[in-house]
């Protein structure tokens, strides 16, 4: 009985939240993003393992890969090429003021931190592109399997108050003004969701079989760039530019994610001893931010594309659909989720180097 109540919480919240965004104080105040994220947080103390880790994980990974092409259907590709070349050059700052502030962190650190050659590679990666980029580094610095939980729990720990503040920074860079799409009230199904549904279906077993056929795995870059490139086309599509249909499937897709990702959280991987770690890890994020804003205003780079870029380097692609959607700058999505295939290319690489070096 508790999971059919997990899973139909899990999959009516997004729904509701959604629906009443635009009508109930609360939910607008705090937004559907963030109370999807939080509700999961909640329900995993109670609900996950009776869910269970392997299903949650099934909707994690299959709302994602549904709800990119959705959301990318509504992309202006010349906007696209215009915004690209500054977000690369924003994203290339971002990788480096994380790379200067772990340096600092770790003289910091010096001596108080076990194995900080093998942490400060790992906060590399992982600030480099996202998660993805750790399992990498795992299997190359064959790093020992409970320091490697470790990171990962002290990851999720700070990468959620870091998610959340940057959920709350998202209003500096909102699109001022609502869109008639945005005040209409909230309407899952409709008479185009089957086709926008059966398209993104399609472009997930092309992508899919693609990368078996290719890599005989899911290679996440090569299924992230492929939803992307097969999104940003049909965004061209007549039948799916003009009527724009798909934006709210995706949406609630989008929601689930958030939700799910929530739902992960497993507060007994933590102990006292990893909270040196967890400090390490708030440091480089506090050290980056200080150094990458600044830097940033002071060379002209659009602050707002300025923005997703740095999310695109510390949680890669999967976030900036969530932090671009609730900015309602759809228009920076697709070159966010570029800049950060090109962090999950090159994040294991720069952190292998910043092992070598400290």
Known sequence: MERIIGLALTFFLPYLFLKKENTNKFIGLFGSVALCYLSGVLMSFYFSPFIGKELIQTITEGTLVLSIPLLLLSTDLGQLWRVTPKMVVAFILAVITVIISVFIAAALFEGKLQDLPTVAAAVTALFSGGTVNLSSLYLALDIDKNIFLTIAASDFLSGTIYFLISLKLCSLWKQSGTNTNQQAEYSLINKQAPKFFLYTALINAVVVGGSFLLFKKLEATFIICGL??????????????EKRKG???????????CLAVGLQIDLNQFSS???IVVYFFLSVLALHALLFFPIAKFTKLP?????????????????????SKNMKREDLMAPGIAVGSLGIAIGTFIGLMIFKLI
Not at 247 to 257: D, K, Q
């Open 228 to 241: 992307t490139i097969f999104g940003v086309i049909g965004s061209q599509k007549a039948g799916f530019k």
């Open 273 to 275: 001893e990893s909270l």
């Open 247 to 257: 934006e709210n499937l995706g949406e609630y897709f989008l929601m689930l994610f």
């Open 303 to 323: 602050m707002d594309q300025s923005f997703i870029a740095h999310i695109a380097a510390i949680f890669g692609p999967p976030f900036v659909v969530i932090i």
